[in-house]
């Protein structure tokens, strides 16, 4: 999944924000929910890389995570202190049942504004590695 669209983006202080997306590459092995999350059809292994490109409004602490049926996937939580231009990236890896949802969320620990930028800013790209019995 990715988004071309620009934007004007608000966090509140201790909310999850789930990320939107508006166009969907074309998928074998999962499908897509909406325009919020990847569905994967089959228990396994999967690769997700991520990614955010956007101009803040005001300094502040910004993390990304990718969450597996609404729990953040420990190692996927990436963080910056972001000031102005900036472009974040992500690599996880995750066990997931058939049916689980993947989403990609932001999460700040004050109030955050950002605008998304032109051209692809946001990527959220799964694969699967094996299977699980």
Do not use: W
Not at 47 to 69: F, P
């Amino acid at each position: 999944m990715f988004n071309t669209l620009c934007g004007e983006f608000e966090v509140k202080a201790h909310e999850i924000a789930a990320m939107m997306f508006s166009d969907f590459l074309p998928a074998r092995g999962c499908g897509y929910d909406d325009h919020h999350s990847v569905v994967v059809e089959s228990a396994g292994v999967y690769e997700i890389h991520y990614a955010l490109r956007a101009v803040s409004h005001a300094c502040g602490e910004l993390s990304l995570a990718i969450t597996n049926d609404g729990k953040i996937i420990p190692c996927s939580q990436i963080g910056a202190r972001v000031d102005g231009r900036f472009e974040l990236t992500g690599l996880a890896l995750t066990e997931a049942r058939a049916g689980a949802h993947l989403h990609f969320i932001v999460l700040c620990k004050e109030d955050a504004a950002f605008t998304l930028q032109e051209g692809v800013n946001l990527m959220l790209y799964t694969k699967k590695l094996a299977g699980l019995e």
